[in-house]
Protein backbone atom coordinates (compact mmCIF):
# COMPACT_ATOMS: atom_id res chain seq x y z
CA UNK A 1 0.00 0.00 0.00
CA UNK A 2 1.15 3.69 -0.98
CA UNK A 3 3.04 4.60 2.52
CA UNK A 4 1.92 8.11 3.88
CA UNK A 5 4.13 11.13 2.23
CA UNK A 6 6.74 13.05 5.11
CA UNK A 7 6.14 16.31 3.82
CA UNK A 8 3.87 18.21 1.55
CA UNK A 9 5.48 18.35 -2.08
CA UNK A 10 5.06 21.89 -2.93
CA UNK A 11 4.01 22.65 -6.65
CA UNK A 12 4.84 25.86 -7.64
CA UNK A 13 2.86 28.01 -9.59
CA UNK A 14 3.75 30.83 -11.97
CA UNK A 15 0.76 32.80 -9.84
CA UNK A 16 0.76 35.65 -11.58
CA UNK A 17 -0.33 34.32 -14.54
CA UNK A 18 -3.17 32.29 -12.87
CA UNK A 19 -4.10 35.99 -12.04
CA UNK A 20 -4.07 37.67 -15.42
CA UNK A 21 -6.23 34.33 -16.67
CA UNK A 22 -2.99 32.59 -18.59
CA UNK A 23 -3.92 29.61 -16.69
CA UNK A 24 -4.46 26.88 -19.37
CA UNK A 25 -8.23 25.72 -19.60
CA UNK A 26 -8.19 22.73 -22.16
CA UNK A 27 -12.00 22.43 -23.14
CA UNK A 28 -14.13 18.80 -23.93
CA UNK A 29 -17.02 20.87 -24.64
CA UNK A 30 -19.95 19.36 -26.37
CA UNK A 31 -22.39 22.32 -25.63
CA UNK A 32 -25.21 22.84 -27.61
CA UNK A 33 -25.62 26.29 -26.60
CA UNK A 34 -23.08 28.70 -27.30
CA UNK A 35 -24.00 32.19 -25.67
CA UNK A 36 -25.22 30.03 -22.66
CA UNK A 37 -21.60 27.97 -22.62
CA UNK A 38 -19.23 31.21 -23.47
CA UNK A 39 -20.65 33.10 -20.63
CA UNK A 40 -20.73 29.99 -18.53
CA UNK A 41 -17.26 29.33 -19.35
CA UNK A 42 -16.09 33.28 -18.57
CA UNK A 43 -17.43 32.65 -15.32
CA UNK A 44 -15.33 29.53 -14.35
CA UNK A 45 -12.03 30.92 -15.45
CA UNK A 46 -12.27 33.72 -13.56
CA UNK A 47 -13.15 32.01 -10.40
CA UNK A 48 -10.95 29.98 -10.92
CA UNK A 49 -7.94 32.24 -11.76
CA UNK A 50 -8.98 34.28 -8.34
CA UNK A 51 -9.49 30.96 -6.44
CA UNK A 52 -6.41 29.13 -7.28
CA UNK A 53 -8.39 26.22 -8.88
CA UNK A 54 -6.13 23.87 -10.33
CA UNK A 55 -8.39 21.66 -12.60
CA UNK A 56 -12.40 21.63 -12.78
CA UNK A 57 -15.40 19.87 -14.90
CA UNK A 58 -18.84 20.34 -15.01
CA UNK A 59 -21.56 18.75 -17.04
CA UNK A 60 -25.12 19.60 -17.30
CA UNK A 61 -27.83 17.26 -18.94
CA UNK A 62 -31.21 18.81 -19.76
CA UNK A 63 -34.69 17.28 -21.55
CA UNK A 64 -31.81 13.75 -21.97
CA UNK A 65 -29.41 15.50 -23.32
CA UNK A 66 -25.47 17.00 -22.58
CA UNK A 67 -26.10 20.47 -23.43
CA UNK A 68 -22.82 21.28 -21.54
CA UNK A 69 -19.82 19.11 -20.54
CA UNK A 70 -16.13 20.66 -20.01
CA UNK A 71 -13.09 20.45 -18.52
CA UNK A 72 -10.90 23.30 -17.09
CA UNK A 73 -7.64 23.29 -15.88
CA UNK A 74 -5.39 20.35 -14.90
CA UNK A 75 -6.35 16.62 -13.95
CA UNK A 76 -2.25 16.70 -12.95
CA UNK A 77 0.16 19.68 -12.78
CA UNK A 78 3.32 17.55 -12.83
CA UNK A 79 2.72 15.41 -16.17
CA UNK A 80 0.34 18.47 -17.43
CA UNK A 81 -2.62 16.21 -17.82
CA UNK A 82 -5.72 18.03 -18.72
CA UNK A 83 -9.54 17.64 -17.14
CA UNK A 84 -11.50 16.11 -18.88
CA UNK A 85 -15.45 15.55 -17.97
CA UNK A 86 -15.49 12.18 -19.19
CA UNK A 87 -12.45 10.32 -17.81
CA UNK A 88 -11.04 12.79 -14.85
CA UNK A 89 -11.68 11.04 -11.73
CA UNK A 90 -11.94 13.31 -8.67
CA UNK A 91 -12.55 12.76 -5.27
CA UNK A 92 -16.67 14.00 -4.68
CA UNK A 93 -16.77 13.25 -1.11
CA UNK A 94 -20.18 13.17 0.26
CA UNK A 95 -21.57 12.44 -3.21
CA UNK A 96 -20.82 9.00 -2.20
CA UNK A 97 -24.54 9.36 0.02
CA UNK A 98 -26.53 9.35 -2.87
CA UNK A 99 -24.85 6.55 -4.42
CA UNK A 100 -25.43 4.56 -1.00
CA UNK A 101 -29.07 5.93 -0.63
CA UNK A 102 -30.11 4.50 -3.97
CA UNK A 103 -28.67 1.43 -2.93
CA UNK A 104 -31.19 1.17 -0.37
CA UNK A 105 -33.98 2.33 -2.59
CA UNK A 106 -33.02 -0.63 -4.98
CA UNK A 107 -33.19 -3.09 -2.63
CA UNK A 108 -35.90 -1.21 -0.43
CA UNK A 109 -38.08 -1.73 -3.87
CA UNK A 110 -36.92 -4.74 -4.25
CA UNK A 111 -38.10 -5.55 -1.21
CA UNK A 112 -34.75 -6.80 0.38
CA UNK A 113 -35.65 -4.76 3.19
CA UNK A 114 -37.35 -2.09 4.88
CA UNK A 115 -37.07 1.49 5.82
CA UNK A 116 -38.54 0.69 9.54
CA UNK A 117 -35.89 -2.52 9.86
CA UNK A 118 -33.64 -2.64 13.02
CA UNK A 119 -30.02 -2.56 11.43
CA UNK A 120 -29.65 -5.79 13.55
CA UNK A 121 -31.75 -7.22 11.23
CA UNK A 122 -29.32 -6.95 8.69
CA UNK A 123 -26.15 -6.51 10.73
CA UNK A 124 -25.98 -8.51 13.57
CA UNK A 125 -22.88 -7.82 14.44
CA UNK A 126 -23.34 -4.11 15.25
CA UNK A 127 -22.87 -3.88 18.90
CA UNK A 128 -26.32 -3.14 20.82
CA UNK A 129 -27.14 0.12 21.65
CA UNK A 130 -29.62 2.01 24.39
CA UNK A 131 -31.98 2.66 21.34
CA UNK A 132 -33.25 0.65 18.14
CA UNK A 133 -31.78 2.35 15.24
CA UNK A 134 -33.78 1.75 11.70
CA UNK A 135 -32.40 1.83 8.44
CA UNK A 136 -34.28 5.04 8.21
CA UNK A 137 -32.41 6.81 10.84
CA UNK A 138 -29.33 5.82 9.09
CA UNK A 139 -30.32 7.43 5.61
CA UNK A 140 -31.80 10.56 7.07
CA UNK A 141 -29.01 11.58 9.54
CA UNK A 142 -31.29 10.77 12.62
CA UNK A 143 -29.42 7.67 13.84
CA UNK A 144 -27.48 9.62 16.87
CA UNK A 145 -24.68 8.04 15.63
CA UNK A 146 -21.31 10.32 15.50
CA UNK A 147 -19.77 12.29 12.69
CA UNK A 148 -15.97 12.74 12.19
CA UNK A 149 -14.14 13.39 15.77
CA UNK A 150 -11.91 16.59 16.10
CA UNK A 151 -8.89 13.42 16.22
CA UNK A 152 -6.72 13.26 12.83
CA UNK A 153 -6.67 9.60 12.97
CA UNK A 154 -10.50 10.00 11.62
CA UNK A 155 -10.71 12.83 8.71
CA UNK A 156 -7.08 12.14 8.06
CA UNK A 157 -6.85 8.42 8.42
CA UNK A 158 -3.93 7.03 6.78
CA UNK A 159 -4.87 3.31 7.56
CA UNK A 160 -6.37 0.77 4.99
CA UNK A 161 -9.43 -1.02 5.75
CA UNK A 162 -10.27 -3.69 4.72
CA UNK A 163 -13.88 -4.44 5.04
CA UNK A 164 -16.87 -2.47 6.03
CA UNK A 165 -17.08 -4.31 8.99
CA UNK A 166 -13.53 -3.52 10.06
CA UNK A 167 -14.41 0.27 8.72
CA UNK A 168 -17.34 0.26 11.38
CA UNK A 169 -14.77 -0.41 14.48
CA UNK A 170 -13.82 2.92 14.13
CA UNK A 171 -17.32 4.12 15.94
CA UNK A 172 -19.11 1.28 16.91
CA UNK A 173 -18.70 0.83 20.59
CA UNK A 174 -19.62 4.92 20.97
CA UNK A 175 -22.49 5.91 22.54
CA UNK A 176 -25.79 7.19 20.92
CA UNK A 177 -25.56 11.01 20.62
CA UNK A 178 -29.43 11.13 21.13
CA UNK A 179 -31.88 8.86 20.87
CA UNK A 180 -32.76 8.23 17.39
CA UNK A 181 -35.21 9.85 15.41
CA UNK A 182 -35.00 12.93 17.78
CA UNK A 183 -33.06 15.32 15.74
CA UNK A 184 -30.80 16.18 12.79
CA UNK A 185 -27.35 15.29 12.53
CA UNK A 186 -25.16 14.35 9.79
CA UNK A 187 -22.97 11.61 9.79
CA UNK A 188 -20.94 9.89 7.20
CA UNK A 189 -20.52 6.99 10.01
CA UNK A 190 -23.85 6.08 9.61
CA UNK A 191 -23.21 5.80 6.06
CA UNK A 192 -20.57 3.43 6.88
CA UNK A 193 -23.37 1.63 8.76
CA UNK A 194 -25.37 1.85 6.05
CA UNK A 195 -23.48 -0.14 3.60
CA UNK A 196 -23.09 -2.45 5.96
CA UNK A 197 -26.82 -2.66 5.79
CA UNK A 198 -26.09 -2.80 2.02
CA UNK A 199 -24.34 -5.77 2.33
CA UNK A 200 -26.65 -7.60 4.87
CA UNK A 201 -29.50 -7.24 2.68
CA UNK A 202 -28.15 -7.68 -0.74
CA UNK A 203 -25.55 -11.30 0.48
CA UNK A 204 -22.82 -8.62 -1.92
CA UNK A 205 -19.82 -6.31 -0.99
CA UNK A 206 -21.09 -2.77 -1.01
CA UNK A 207 -18.68 -1.89 -3.48
CA UNK A 208 -19.81 -4.88 -5.86
CA UNK A 209 -23.28 -3.92 -4.91
CA UNK A 210 -22.93 -0.70 -6.18
CA UNK A 211 -21.03 -1.98 -9.58
CA UNK A 212 -23.76 -4.61 -10.23
CA UNK A 213 -26.89 -2.66 -9.22
CA UNK A 214 -26.26 1.08 -10.14
CA UNK A 215 -23.01 1.97 -12.72
CA UNK A 216 -22.73 -1.14 -14.63
CA UNK A 217 -26.54 -0.64 -15.70
CA UNK A 218 -26.15 2.90 -16.23
CA UNK A 219 -22.15 2.97 -17.83
CA UNK A 220 -20.61 4.65 -15.25
CA UNK A 221 -17.42 3.15 -15.54
CA UNK A 222 -15.27 5.97 -14.26
CA UNK A 223 -17.00 5.64 -10.88
CA UNK A 224 -14.91 3.61 -8.38
CA UNK A 225 -13.24 3.25 -4.54
CA UNK A 226 -10.39 5.47 -4.00
CA UNK A 227 -8.34 2.72 -3.20
CA UNK A 228 -4.64 4.30 -2.78
CA UNK A 229 -2.80 1.05 -3.47
CA UNK A 230 -4.59 0.47 -6.99
CA UNK A 231 -3.59 1.94 -10.49
CA UNK A 232 -6.94 4.24 -11.47
CA UNK A 233 -6.83 5.43 -14.74
CA UNK A 234 -7.74 9.17 -14.75
CA UNK A 235 -7.61 9.90 -11.00
CA UNK A 236 -6.89 13.09 -10.40
CA UNK A 237 -4.09 14.67 -8.35
CA UNK A 238 -5.50 15.81 -5.10
CA UNK A 239 -4.19 20.08 -3.68
CA UNK A 240 -4.77 22.80 -2.07
CA UNK A 241 -3.57 26.10 -2.10
CA UNK A 242 -1.13 27.28 0.50
CA UNK A 243 -1.28 31.09 1.87
CA UNK A 244 2.00 30.96 3.49
CA UNK A 245 3.98 29.65 0.63
CA UNK A 246 1.82 31.52 -1.90
CA UNK A 247 1.62 27.90 -3.86
CA UNK A 248 -0.68 24.84 -5.02
CA UNK A 249 0.89 21.98 -3.19
CA UNK A 250 0.02 18.06 -2.92
CA UNK A 251 -2.41 17.46 0.03
CA UNK A 252 -0.93 15.14 2.62
CA UNK A 253 -1.72 11.37 2.08
CA UNK A 254 -5.62 9.96 3.32
CA UNK A 255 -6.84 6.30 3.06
CA UNK A 256 -10.41 6.82 2.58
CA UNK A 257 -11.18 3.24 2.80
CA UNK A 258 -13.00 3.48 6.29
CA UNK A 259 -15.90 5.92 4.32
CA UNK A 260 -16.80 4.80 1.42
CA UNK A 261 -20.56 4.81 1.48
CA UNK A 262 -19.93 8.15 3.19
CA UNK A 263 -16.92 9.89 1.12
CA UNK A 264 -14.68 7.94 -0.24
CA UNK A 265 -15.87 7.77 -4.21
CA UNK A 266 -13.99 9.01 -7.62
CA UNK A 267 -16.14 9.92 -10.05
CA UNK A 268 -16.47 11.93 -13.38
CA UNK A 269 -18.93 14.88 -14.18
CA UNK A 270 -20.14 13.03 -16.68
CA UNK A 271 -20.89 10.07 -14.76
CA UNK A 272 -22.16 12.04 -11.61
CA UNK A 273 -24.66 13.69 -14.43
CA UNK A 274 -25.82 10.02 -15.73
CA UNK A 275 -26.83 8.91 -12.35
CA UNK A 276 -28.63 11.77 -11.56
CA UNK A 277 -30.59 12.04 -14.68
CA UNK A 278 -31.68 8.53 -14.10
CA UNK A 279 -32.68 8.69 -10.63
CA UNK A 280 -34.51 11.97 -11.78
CA UNK A 281 -36.24 10.13 -15.11
CA UNK A 282 -36.90 7.06 -12.87
CA UNK A 283 -34.78 4.95 -14.75
CA UNK A 284 -33.04 3.29 -11.39
CA UNK A 285 -36.28 3.19 -9.45
CA UNK A 286 -39.64 3.60 -9.63
CA UNK A 287 -41.53 6.99 -9.29
CA UNK A 288 -42.69 6.39 -5.93
CA UNK A 289 -39.52 4.65 -4.21
CA UNK A 290 -37.63 8.32 -5.85
CA UNK A 291 -40.52 10.11 -4.11
CA UNK A 292 -40.01 7.91 -0.99
CA UNK A 293 -36.52 8.59 -0.90
CA UNK A 294 -36.51 12.30 -1.75
CA UNK A 295 -39.60 13.75 0.96
CA UNK A 296 -38.43 15.77 3.87
CA UNK A 297 -37.57 13.83 7.07
CA UNK A 298 -40.30 13.56 10.08
CA UNK A 299 -38.70 14.05 13.53
CA UNK A 300 -40.41 11.83 16.23
CA UNK A 301 -41.93 15.08 17.76
CA UNK A 302 -43.19 15.42 14.04
CA UNK A 303 -41.65 17.93 12.70
CA UNK A 304 -40.16 18.40 9.28
CA UNK A 305 -36.23 18.46 8.05
CA UNK A 306 -35.51 19.19 4.76
CA UNK A 307 -33.17 16.54 4.07
CA UNK A 308 -34.40 13.72 2.91
CA UNK A 309 -32.72 10.59 2.25
CA UNK A 310 -29.79 10.84 0.91
CA UNK A 311 -30.51 13.80 -0.79
CA UNK A 312 -30.28 17.50 0.03
CA UNK A 313 -33.26 19.32 -0.51
CA UNK A 314 -33.88 22.94 -1.39
CA UNK A 315 -35.31 25.17 1.20
CA UNK A 316 -36.78 27.26 -1.37
CA UNK A 317 -40.69 25.48 -1.86
CA UNK A 318 -40.71 27.76 -4.99
CA UNK A 319 -37.39 26.29 -6.13
CA UNK A 320 -37.43 22.74 -5.32
CA UNK A 321 -34.87 21.30 -6.51
CA UNK A 322 -32.27 18.40 -4.54
CA UNK A 323 -29.13 16.88 -4.50
CA UNK A 324 -25.86 16.52 -2.83
CA UNK A 325 -22.31 18.34 -2.11
CA UNK A 326 -19.01 16.77 -0.74
CA UNK A 327 -15.87 17.44 0.42
CA UNK A 328 -12.69 15.32 0.50
CA UNK A 329 -8.65 16.18 1.09
CA UNK A 330 -8.11 17.34 -2.00
CA UNK A 331 -11.62 17.52 -3.87
CA UNK A 332 -15.20 18.64 -4.03
CA UNK A 333 -18.39 17.59 -5.59
CA UNK A 334 -21.94 18.44 -6.02
CA UNK A 335 -25.00 17.01 -7.98
CA UNK A 336 -28.21 18.78 -8.13
CA UNK A 337 -31.47 17.72 -10.18
CA UNK A 338 -33.85 20.70 -10.98
CA UNK A 339 -37.14 18.90 -11.68
CA UNK A 340 -39.27 21.44 -13.17
CA UNK A 341 -36.18 22.36 -15.28
CA UNK A 342 -35.63 18.74 -16.30
CA UNK A 343 -31.84 19.54 -15.82
CA UNK A 344 -29.50 18.41 -13.47
CA UNK A 345 -25.82 19.44 -12.87
CA UNK A 346 -22.84 17.97 -11.78
CA UNK A 347 -19.45 19.60 -11.01
CA UNK A 348 -16.13 18.09 -9.43
CA UNK A 349 -12.45 20.06 -8.46
CA UNK A 350 -9.41 18.02 -7.20
CA UNK A 351 -8.75 21.23 -4.64
CA UNK A 352 -10.75 21.65 -1.23
CA UNK A 353 -10.74 24.74 1.35
CA UNK A 354 -12.35 26.88 -1.68
CA UNK A 355 -15.58 28.07 -1.90
CA UNK A 356 -17.02 29.08 -5.28
CA UNK A 357 -21.04 28.78 -4.58
CA UNK A 358 -21.95 32.11 -5.92
CA UNK A 359 -20.27 31.22 -9.20
CA UNK A 360 -21.85 28.27 -9.77
CA UNK A 361 -25.05 29.80 -8.98
CA UNK A 362 -24.69 32.08 -11.79
CA UNK A 363 -23.94 29.18 -14.15
CA UNK A 364 -26.87 27.24 -13.08
CA UNK A 365 -29.21 30.56 -13.67
CA UNK A 366 -27.81 30.90 -17.27
CA UNK A 367 -29.12 27.21 -17.96
CA UNK A 368 -32.51 27.68 -16.27
CA UNK A 369 -33.03 30.57 -17.78
CA UNK A 370 -33.32 33.10 -14.93
Keep these: MQQPTENKTAIRLLLTAIVVGIFPFTSFSQATNGDKSAESQSIIKDMMAEKHVVGMAIT ?40 TSTAVAKLYEQKQLNLDDEIH ?17 LASHTSGIRHYSGEPEEYWNQKFFGS ?10 DSLLFEPGEKFRYSSFGYNTLSAVIEGASGSDYLSY ?7 PLGMHHTIADFTDSIIVGRSEPYQYDTISGSIINTDFVDNSYKWAGGGLLSTTEDMATFAWAFHNNQIVSESTKQRFTQPIQFN ?16 SSDPDYGHGGTAIGGKGSIKIYPESNLVIAIAANVWKVGYRDEINQVIKLWLNR
Design 60 to 99: IIQNGDTVWSEGFGFADLESQTKVNPATTLFRVGSVSKPF
Design 121 to 137: QHVPYFPKKKHPITIHH
Design 301 to 316: SGEYHAYALGWARSAD
Design 164 to 173: VKESLTMFQD
Design 210 to 216: LDEAIFT
